[in-house]
């Protein structure tokens, strides 16, 4: 059973670290509540009281994604308390900030309690019992420690406590403190986080690497979206420990804190109108886990780029599950293909396209030569994900009858990704004046009259083939992935964009057809709306020359983001928007890399922009479509290493402000 995440839970994320807490602040023993650290909980409880009473809570907000301010009011309404939150990717500073509203001084009792459980991450999601640790005797200014093996938490206070009493599953610690009138009293816990780990991801150094964006116009809530999603990417940002300046996303908190082949590169290549830097430090961490040999049980082949790694601290127990370095994935290595061709018109030097370059032959040539004439998958181990697209739930593929596909899997999007990453290698290698170019058009030009013949389904493309070659016939958003990769001709994406719309929620894409006997509104693939899966529709309809229904599903995501806080969540519930706002998914990530730069992909779709810097052109041409957004100015965005701005006026006319030496095409 997976632990459930429940909607009200509010996060920070400063990665590797998150701490996610009830509304009032408190950490609670309580479901998936605490402070997290590369994969380790190390606290599971951190609650307050003022005189033996739990404060009233009047609200909190949410500054920055790794800083929160919670506000609350004793039961006299006479003294606040603040409690004031910040992560780094190892500690979590508490302070408590007790302000006096009265004309006279007052004693208070401030008492915290604390407890860690040191439980890994796979415990938690899977709902194992994780009981406290039995704290280690305080020393001076550390009121608490625990250790488990190399893993260790400790807290240290700023101001002497009053009493400090450890007891077999935690810690309780005391002030007695006097609030002068109208004045304020503070104690500040800086709680500390190290552990050992295998095959780590670490913490990204902090910078701007994302730049500074800035939207105004229209509709200020897309400039909300834009700025919530912007700052979420940040503080899920890591580094790979060979070379630390190389930074990803993390896939999302609390579950995904690593390294995900598909997240990371549909993250990337998502904010890549704020620059290359993202894109060129996920690419380069790929490559250097990019497969050598074929090992049935990690799913590893040669020149296959991962799933996921995974970190264990050491002198925890292992828990069940993938292994540590898994490459069950179908379409990781065509995504990391078409990531490095889009980084390079974005503008991804020669020199750093260059070292790449031996990895880009061996993902290409795993393209071609895998499966037979199709992209397939097949867990052969039985303990692997039984489904490798993005769609990788157990009941994720069935026929319109709810039948559940039989493997091996032939996935529909999957194609279209091998076909784009075809012609996008080929395009790399005659560029880079490499061998094999030939070879991979004609896989593509081969696979797309094989798709043409084999999947199209009553006039509208299959979800996929299953182990029997059969067409599996379900009405699903994986259609949305097919277009602008050139595997359907003009017609065909047509007939693609006309029937879209049936699956638009009014908050985003619904991953299944609302008709379908397994459709179910929050089914995790049966019908929920994923920020990501709506973005890449988008994106392909104004590719396709549709920006209609693009315009209306990128309409419905600003919506949906107004109703959680601008904070796009992993998805949600695929309800229609007559029906009422929409409601979070039980166990949904939030923030989701993918899903928070998915405000970059509606700029990009509104502002109709495109770069081809090997080729010295930049496109802006904003659809008429997207008027409800007009006027809209975007600043902070990069081509060429250059500094990009567009203005959209009221008519649609485009304005742009760049040093960049390109030609601007509209």
């Not at 904003?622 to 008027?627: C, G, K, L, Q, T």
Request: net charge negative.
């Amino acid at each position: 059973m997976s632990r459930l995440f429940p909607p009200d839970l509010v996060t920070g994320v400063c990665a590797p670290a998150a701490v996610l807490s009830a509304p009032d602040g408190q950490l609670r023993r309580s479901g998936v509540q605490g402070w997290l650290v590369a994969d380790v909980r190390h606290l599971c409880e951190l609650t307050a009281t003022v005189d033996n009473d739990p404060p009233h809570p009047l609200g909190h907000w949410q500054p920055s994604s790794a800083t929160l301010v919670f506000v609350a009011t004793t039961g006299d309404q006479s003294v606040r308390l603040e409690r004031h939150r910040t992560l780094t990717p190892t500690t979590l500073t508490e302070t408590f900030r007790l302000h006096n509203d009265t004309a006279a001084p007052t004693r208070r009792t401030l008492r915290t309690a604390l407890a860690a459980d040191l439980a890994p991450i796979l415990a938690i999601r899977h709902d194992h019992p994780t009981p406290a640790v039995t704290p280690a005797t305080p020393t001076g200014a550390v009121v608490a420690q625990w250790a488990v093996g190399a893993v260790t938490t400790s807290v240290a206070v700023d101001r002497g406590a009053d009493r400090v009493e450890p007891h077999p599953d935690g810690v309780v610690v005391e002030w007695e403190l006097v609030v002068p009138a109208r004045g304020a009293v503070s104690v500040t816990l800086t709680c500390r986080a190290t552990s050992a780990t295998e095959d780590a991801v670490v913490a990204a150094p902090r910078t701007r690497d994302l730049g500074a964006l800035r939207v105004s116009g229209r509709e200020p809530e897309l400039a909300l979206l834009a700025a919530r999603g912007l700052d979420d990417l940040r503080g899920l940002l890591l580094a790979d420990p060979a070379a630390p300046a190389d930074r990803f996303a993390g896939a999302g908190a609390p579950w995904y804190f690593t390294l995900f082949g598909r997240d990371s590169l549909w993250a990337a290549r998502f904010a890549l109108p704020l620059g290359t830097g993202l894109a060129a430090g996920t690419l380069r961490a790929l490559a250097r886990r990019q497969g050598t040999r074929h090992d049935p049980e990690t799913a590893e082949e040669p020149g296959k780029i991962l799933h996921e790694i995974r970190q264990l601290a050491t002198g925890l127990p292992r828990q069940p599950g993938l292994p540590p370095c898994y490459y069950g994935t179908v379409d990781a290595t065509p995504l990391w293909i078409s990531l490095l061709h889009d980084a390079w018109r974005w503008g991804l030097p020669p020199a750093e396209v260059e070292p790449l370059l031996p990895a880009l032959r061996r993902a290409v040539d795993w393209v071609i030569a895998h499966g037979d004439g199709f992209l397939t998958y097949r867990d052969v181990t039985g303990r692997g994900l039984a489904n490798q697209g993005w769609k990788d739930s157990p009941d994720s593929i069935q026929d319109s009858t709810g039948t559940v596909a039989a493997p091996p899997i032939v996935l529909s999007e999957a194609q279209a990704y091998a076909h784009r990453a075809a012609l996008d290698g080929a395009a790399l290698l005659t560029a880079f004046n490499e061998p094999g170019s030939g070879a991979a058009v004609a896989f593509a030009d081969g696979l797309r009259e094989r798709f043409r013949r084999e999947f199209w389904v009553d006039g509208f493309p299959a979800i996929a083939l299953d182990g029997h070659g059969r067409a599996v016939d379900t009405f699903a958003s994986n259609v949305g992935h097919l277009l602008g990769t050139g595997l359907l001709d003009a017609v065909e994406e047509s007939t693609v964009a006309g029937r879209i719309g049936l699956l638009d929620s009014g908050f985003g894409l619904r991953t299944m057809d609302p008709g379908h006997p397994s459709f179910n509104p929050v089914g995790y693939h049966t019908g929920s709306v994923w920020p990501h899966d709506t973005a890449i529709a988008v994106d392909g309809l104004v590719r396709a020359g549709h920006p209609g229904p693009a315009a209306s599903l990128a309409r419905g995501l600003v919506a949906a983001g107004t109703r959680f806080g601008h904070r796009l969540p992993e998805l949600y519930g695929g309800w229609p928007a007559q029906a009422g706002p929409p409601l979070a998914y039980p166990s949904a990530c939030r923030p989701q890399a993918w899903a928070a730069a998915s405000a970059v992909v509606l700029l990009r779709a509104a502002l109709g922009l495109s770069a081809d810097v090997p080729n010295g052109r930049l496109r802006v041409a904003p659809p008429a479509e997207f008027a409800a957004w007009f006027p809209l100015r975007v600043e902070g965005l990069s081509v060429a290493g250059h500094d990009l701005a567009v203005e959209v006026d009221g008519d649609g006319r485009a304005r742009v402000h760049t040093s960049a030496h390109l030609e601007i095409e509209g």
